[in-house]
């Protein structure tokens, strides 16, 4: 079984709407749709907005379904020039950008109790994301590190020290949550994200114009890996 989670309605809607067979389940306050799609078993989830709504609700599908790998989709804002509205990020690592011990010594970044700064994506699932983007025409992005942090970027100066500290393609809100609760209970991990804005003074303006966009797309990409997988 696969798991698919999104943070916000926008992002997930569709992919619940295509399961066939679904049978619907609420555990621990987070609504579960299970059945197929793409032809593979899966069970997807809105697990809200940020990094303690994503990681209690990765936590509950993987203590209650089992899943062997949980791919996290959806829109997310960029940190280099080389992503436009509606590009794909794929994440080999994902990081927690605000997460910050560093005044007692620890290097910005890491995470108590795992003692890790980078959490690594499963690079066949990565390596089977960019095939299909590579395939799809009209569809752009590149592969790299997503920083994720509670907060929605729209100031150039915290862009920038994000992309200093980690040297991050894109930022959004829930996907380092999602790999430490995998981490933890050994399940294999993929973050996409399409983008929906610059991650700067604009993005506000940006994110209300290209969101259902960027949701669509990382929509049609996620359903094309799960055919291939």
Do not use: W
């Not at 436009?84 to 290097?107: C, E, L």
């Amino acid at each position: 079984m696969i798991g698919i989670l999104g943070a916000m309605s926008v992002e997930i809607e569709e992919i619940k709407s295509r399961i066939g067979g679904k049978a619907v389940e609420t555990v621990g306050g987070f609504e579960f749709v299970r059945g197929l799609l793409g032809g593979r078993a899966v069970v997807a989830a809105e697990c809200g907005i940020g990094k303690v709504n994503a990681a209690v609700c990765a936590q509950t599908m993987i203590l209650t379904y089992r899943p062997e790998l949980v791919i996290n989709v959806g829109v997310g804002g960029s940190l280099n020039p080389a992503l436009r509205y509606g590009d794909m990020a794929i994440a080999d690592r994902v990081v927690q950008h605000d997460f910050d011990t560093s005044p007692i010594g620890d290097p910005v970044g890491l995470v108590a109790t795992v003692n890790r700064v980078y959490f690594d994506c499963d690079p066949e699932t990565v390596a089977c994301v960019k095939a299909v983007m590579d395939g799809m025409e009209g569809v752009s992005g590149m592969v790299g590190t997503i920083a994720s942090g509670d907060q929605f970027v729209a100031d150039a100066a915290v862009k920038a020290r994000i992309v200093k500290n980690f040297g991050a393609i894109c930022c959004e809100m829930e996907g380092g949550a999602i790999s430490q609760a995998c981490l933890l209970g050994g399940v294999k991990c993929a973050v996409i994200r399409s983008i929906s804005d610059n991650a700067d003074e604009g993005s506000t303006t940006d994110y209300g114009q290209f969101v259902k966009l960027a949701a669509a797309r990382s929509t049609e990409v996620l359903y094309r890996v799960l055919e291939r997988l």
